[in-house]
């Protein structure tokens, strides 16, 4: 029989035994207190005399009438006490675990819960059949005449029975549970080798979650933990091999093929740790979830995924003002534009958590409106959802859906954001950022909206491209528009933020799955990155702290060295980076700074009441002289040249690096403190 047919017979097996499951545990537990009855009584005569197979059952009438003597061989405690009180025993035995529910109990899960509800169910059998039998025995008050009673048997016979109840029930299902364990079908490769990293309550869930797969997935060849007292002993039969430390070692000494991160609570620098202690090493990482999302029930200890890179560059949970963001968005219409991008679509989750009266989403991309729409919807049921296909720059239909939907706050994210693009396409980028933020926000403010938050950029300080210098004039128009209404306008800068699209780690991930090369700027190109739930999470802080004017600057952290962040994503993939895959760097790209600049302690910006979140002092610009330069450069985008539009955005902007020296300026540990501060003159 070939290996297809061997499984589907053992899976015919199993339908068949699951759908009976419940007769067959009956079947089982019987024949189990059967021997159980007979032991005790074997143990308590020392087996003296064992009953011959051929000797007839005796009738239940025995326990009424005087039985004949025994034949040779047969003893007197099989046919006087054994078998005269098997029916009632098993009647007794079955009615107290089907009561107890143990007949429905899946043996191959069985655990100490399941040995101490055993426990139980034996206590009370052996409680109820000790009655029965001196209720016999002193059964002469009720009229009855008991003569196979006329002499006891040692009460020790009941204290073997329950003891061997106990053994027996719980030996069956410990077996059963092993067969499943370590009698797994053999996969069709070698099941690769699995060092857990860990030996704490997680490992050892992970583990035995293993041991109980259906299938051998992994071959656990050890743990490694740095608590000392931990090293040489066995969890589920796999040895603590010594501390994290030795982990390149022991992969070697052992052919580890994947490494499993159980450690829910590790930082981001411990996790990072043990990568670069693995450098070089062939080797794929797997991790569980993050231990909010154990607490919170998001996810189980069980849930294996693989190490990706936002895990070693993200960092601890956002805290915050939950109550000041609440106040801010609970029953009130709020409209997100550029809704489906990577912030917009995040953004959305993220105030939806709030419970808006409405959340009203615009987007001029339909496909990637479509999704997070559909999200909402299926998240979200209680909330009034409003997708709204439109251009940001077309005042007529932002009129209408202002108009139909009063929105109390507007988030803009819609925006052209990739740099190298927007150099080939300056004119749409002063058309999508400079004109689709102007029109927003004349609109919001025409119709009484109480708060626009802009989403701004770090690319915006000091630009050097022509897409970081639209974001800056944008800002420069926000905050001009501050005072001038009832609306409350607020900017918020922040950095690169993990896996957005068009951004370095989807590249980077396409790169290695094709096999290289990656493909690096420079050496020294250095960015600040964040994940896209915390800087969703920080704009809605700051909007709520916002009273309008503020140009709110969010903590990035430490820079990341692109090349740095190409390597360890090649090793997360389980190759050798400038071995099996090859690191090349291709030149800076136009418009491209070797750093961005954005910081929360540089001299240009004052602290708040939240450690993340920072106010630019900006100076405000000339009003009068803004909106006609303005209205001009919007006038004249089509058909803009670069060069053209690089010198009319200068006139704006005077910070504007226009040459190419910023990008041969090596990168600092460290942004220089005023570098945040620059701001255009008025």
Known sequence: MNREAERSVGAAWRDW????????????????????????????????????????????KSLF???????????????????????????????????????RAAWRYVGLRDVFAVARAAWWSFFAVFLLYYGLQNAGWLGLHMPIFSDKFPDSVFVLDFAGTIALVCGARLAVRLYHEEVRPATDTAPPKLLVLGAGNAGENVVREILRMPVTRYRVVGFLDDDRAKHGAQIHGVEVLGPIEDVKAICAEYGVDEILIAMPSATRERLRRVVELCQGANLRYKTVPALADLIEGRASVKEIRDVEINDLLGRAPVQL????????????????????????????????????????????????????????????????????VADVGDERR?????????????????AHKHVPMMEHNPGEAIKNNIRGTRMAADV?????????????????????????????????????????????????????????????????????ARGGPVTVTHPDMVRYFMTIPEASQL??????????????????????KIVDMAREMITLSGFRPDVDIKIEYCGVRPGEKLYEELAIDGEGVSRTAHPKVGIWNNILVDWAWLVPTIDTLVADADGMTRDVARRRLKDIVPEFHMGSDESARPAPDRQPSSAAARVAPA
């Not at 009438?65 to 047969?74: E, I, L």
């Not at 969010?554 to 820079?559: A, F, I, K, S, T």
């Open 65 to 103: 009438v005087n039985v004949p003597p025994s034949p040779a061989g047969a003893p007197d405690w099989f046919l006087q006490f054994c078998l005269p009180l098997l029916v009632p025993l098993l009647v007794i035995k079955l009615s107290v675990f089907v009561v107890m529910g143990l007949h």
């Open 539 to 560: 704009v809605l802080q700051a909007a709520s702290m916002g009273r309008g004017g503020e140009i709110f600057v969010l903590d990035m952290g430490e820079p990341v």
């Open 398 to 414: 932002m009129e209408t859906i202002f108009r139909k939907e009063h929105p109390s706050a507007v988030f803009h994210a819609a």
């Open 17 to 60: 035994a699951y759908s009976r499951r419940p007769l067959l545990s009956v079947a089982a537990h019987l024949g189990l207190f059967l021997v159980a009855w007979v032991l005790a009584f074997g143990l308590a005569y020392n087996f003296k005399g064992s009953p011959t197979l051929g000797w007839p059952i005796l009738s239940i």
């Open 321 to 388: 003002d939950e109550e000041g963001i609440a106040r801010f968005i609970r029953g009130r219409a709020v409209m997100v534009t550029g809704a489906g991008g990577s912030i917009g679509s995040e953004l959305c989750r993220q105030i939806a958590r709030f419970e808006p009266l409405r959340l009203v989403l615009v987007e001029r991309a339909e496909p990637n409106l479509f999704p997070i729409d559909r999200e909402l919807r299926a998240s979200f049921a209680r909330i009034d959802v409003m997708p709204y």
């Open 444 to 512: 919001a403010m025409r119709f009484g909206c109480e708060k626009f938050v802009m989403i701004s950029t770090d690319k915006a300080v000091n630009p050097t491209s022509v897409m970081g210098c639209t974001k800056r004039v944008a800002e420069m128009y926000i905050h001009g528009l501050a005072g001038r209404s009832g609306t409350q306008f607020v900017t918020v800068r922040f950095g690169n933020v993990l896996g957005s699209s068009g951004s370095v780690i989807p590249i980077f991930r396409e790169q290695i």
